[in-house]
């Protein structure tokens, strides 16, 4: 079955960088991209950015331009996002989901979700 | 900056029929937006419902439907039931590599 299995919970502090994995399972990863998608608590979800399994192309929402980094590892089929300089409104739970291969549309499997703590 | 538009809460009683919608803070929704549906109860990941639309996510009932009504996209729930109570929300791509969540939907069951 299709599955995305994300990385455990961390707690940072201010200035610090994080690194979410995601690791696919139960498809052909290069047929599909990965979204990102983050919530803060209490509040919506907030969409971050999509990588392609297939060529690596990637997009980000204008507030993360410059400070998120996403790459794959197609030997492993897992996706990482690196958030960097990270401040007390970034503590959220990070999720990865598939999404399409040539775009962020079309959202259909989710990973567990990472919690991220930003704190001093 | 684009604004994706929810009702921010409905009522729906056990049984009855209600319809969500996802809108623009300009413009039309059509289905080049590729509007998809998530449900989300507390603690828990996002659920896919629909995408591109009307297609429904595998192992979604039929009673979840999605369609464009006006210039919005919709959410249907037919038949509701007490554990959809929970909160709804749309994405629309926007072009670009850019998708757009809504505000979201706190749907209550009584």
């Known amino acids: 079955q299709i599955q995305l299995v994300q990385s455990g919970t961390e707690v940072k502090k201010p200035g610090a960088s994080v690194k979410v994995s995601c690791k696919a399972s139960?498809?052909?990863?290069?047929?599909?991209?990965v979204t990102w998608v983050r919530q803060a608590p209490g509040q919506g979800l907030e969409y971050m950015a999509w990588?392609?399994?297939?060529?690596?192309?990637?997009k980000f929402a204008q507030k993360f331009q410059g400070r998120v980094t996403m790459t794959t590892d197609t030997s492993t089929s897992t996706a990482y996002m690196e958030l960097r300089s990270l401040r007390s409104d970034d503590t959220a739970v990070y999720y990865c989901?598939?999404?399409?291969?040539?775009?962020?549309?079309?959202?259909?499997?989710w990973g567990q979700g990472t919690l991220v703590t930003v704190s001093s | 900056q684009t604004v994706v538009t929810q009702e921010p809460s409905f009522s729906v009683s056990p049984g009855g029929t209600v319809t969500l919608t996802c809108g623009l803070s300009?413009?039309?929704?059509?289905?080049?937006?590729?509007a998809s549906w998530y449900q989300q109860t507390p603690g828990q990941a996002p659920r896919t419902l629909i995408y591109?639309?009307?297609t429904r996510s595998s192992g979604v009932p039929d009673r979840f439907s999605g369609s464009i009504v006006g210039n919005k996209a919709a959410l249907t729930i037919t038949g509701a039931q007490a554990d959809d109570e929970c909160d709804y929300y749309c994405?629309?791509?926007?072009?670009?590599?850019?998708?757009?969540f809504g505000t979201g939907t706190k749907v209550t069951v009584l």
């Open positions: 989901a598939r999404a399409g291969r040539i775009a962020p549309v079309e959202f259909d499997y």
């Open positions: 139960g498809y052909i990863f290069t047929n599909y991209g």
């Open positions: 990588i392609s399994g297939y060529n690596g192309n990637t």
């Open positions: 300009s413009g039309s929704v059509s289905t080049s937006y590729y």
């Open positions: 591109s639309t009307n």
């Open positions: 994405v629309l791509y926007i072009g670009s590599g850019i998708s757009v």
